[in-house]
Every structure is written in structure tokens, then in C-alpha cells.
């Protein structure tokens, strides 16, 4: 075979055609991901981006509307609107962060144990079952009632409600993949069960966990809200976007800007990981990229 005949392999795309096209195909992933990563230099850098004192009271400065001294706005008690939003992205942030992975975390080993070994499966399940009959906000609530109030308390209230959601997925893929050829010529082999479990069937749980795990953090942030505007969630003493609309909430008509602000920002940061959760199921899921 003479060099002309050989066929000729393609150019390589440079690495900014690459990136250009990956965005192009992707642009809700990476239009969430900008919105979350500027959401997380301004929770990171929130002592640099205010001088004021989310906590400091000044009566004679009640309810002022937004201007240049304060640029959100102030509530009832003469508090700076705008200093405690950029540092209620903290709070929320992190419970959304930590909830999305101990969820994620608990419900993978349980689901693969409840998949995999069918003695412990009904056992397990039942228990999944008897707590998703239960509505998630108010398990949350009752278990803010049994515990003592903190930030810990409010991240393992949201986690409870979240895991078996978590369990019931992870349980039916094991289900499906267990049966697959692959897992019989290893276990015909004499391979280990936590062998199989680790190299064979969670690396195939890796792309719907991803996706599941960016919609928990989104019910966690939102969960977080809702307990702290009912007054069960974090401390009045700790700014949080949930604290911030409850304390406004009365006074909505003569001062509307203490509760839009913290809305602004708390439906910007859910939109930002659902973008990021369809994202990347789109890149992630095989057959839906080859239709796209």
C-alpha cells in the first residue's frame, strides 16, 4: 500500500474551536456555572464587598428605601439589607453544598445495599418509604422541634427527607446493572462483592448521581428558606434569605425592597443549579447526545 493511499486523518481542532463548541452545545451548564461561581466569590469575599455590619441596629435609619449609602435598602430595625444578603449567601451555599453531598453520600450506599442484596432490600425500602410519606418540610420542622436550633440542625432536618430520594434511584439502577453480563462473568470469576460494587456498578451511578445531586442542592437552599421564614430555621441572629423575607414580610407595602433582594438572589441561585443539573444531563446522558 503506497502513502497516497492511506486515508488521511483530520486536522486537530484547535483548543479554542474545541471550547467554543463545547459551549455552544452546553449553554445552559455553563451559563449556570458562571452565575454559581459569582454567587461563591461573593459569599467568599462577602467581608470585602461590605464594610456594614449585617447585625448593627440603627433605628433612626428605618426602613430607608435603596440609595447610596445603602444600596438594597434597610429593614425595620435600620439593619443594612444589602450586607445581610451578600452574607446570607453563605448560609445558603452551604447548606445547599453540605445537603447535596451527605445526601447523596447516604442514599448511594444504602440504594447500592438495597439493590444488591435482597435480604436487607425490604427492610431498607420500608423504612425509605415510611419517610418520603411524610412531607419533607415538615419532618424538617418536626425535627427542628426535637433538636436544638443551630445550622447543623437545619442541614440534618433537610437531609433526612432527602436520602430516600437518593435510595429509590441508586436501588433501581443497581437493580438494572447487576444483571448485566458483565457483573455475572465477574461474580463467575470469584470477584469479591465489594469489588463488583466499587469498580463495576458505582462508576456506572456516576452521571445520574451528578444531575440528582444539583437538584437536592437546589430543595436544600430552598428548604433552608422556607424553615427560616416559618421561624424554624436558622437563628434570627444569623443573616440568612429566609430570616430576611420573615422579618419583612410585614411590611411589604410600605417597604417592598427587604423582601425582593434576598428573593432576587435566592431565585437566582436555584435557577443557576437547575441550569447546571439539566446541563449535565444533557452532556452526561450518551443518548441524549446523540440526538443533540
Known sequence: MTTASLPLKPAARPPRVRMWRSVRRHRILYLGGLVLILLALIALFAPLLTS???????????????????????DAL???????????????????????????????????MAGYFRRIDAFIMRIMDGLMAIPGVLLAIALMATLKGGLGTVMIAIIVPEVPRVVRLVRALVLTIREQPYIEAAVSVGTRVPAIL???????????????????????ILTEAVLSFLGVGIPPQIPSWGNIMAEGRNFVAIAFHIILYPGLFLGMTVLAINLVGDGLRDMLDPRLAKKL
Open 52 to 74: 456594614v455590619d449585617p447585625l448593627d441596629i440603627n433605628p433612626a435609619a428605618r426602613m430607608k428605601p435603596p440609595s447610596a449609602d445603602h444600596f438594597f435598602g434597610t
Open 78 to 112: 435600620g439593619r443594612d439589607v444589602y450586607a445581610r444578603t451578600i452574607w446570607g449567601t453563605r448560609v445558603s451555599l452551604v447548606v445547599g453544598i453540605a445537603v447535596a453531598v451527605a445526601s447523596t453520600v447516604l442514599g448511594t450506599l444504602l440504594g447500592m
Open 198 to 220: 466499587l469498580r463495576h456498578i458505582l462508576p456506572n451511578l456516576f452521571a445520574p448521581l451528578m444531575v440528582q445531586a444539583t437538584f437536592i442542592a437546589a430543595s436544600a
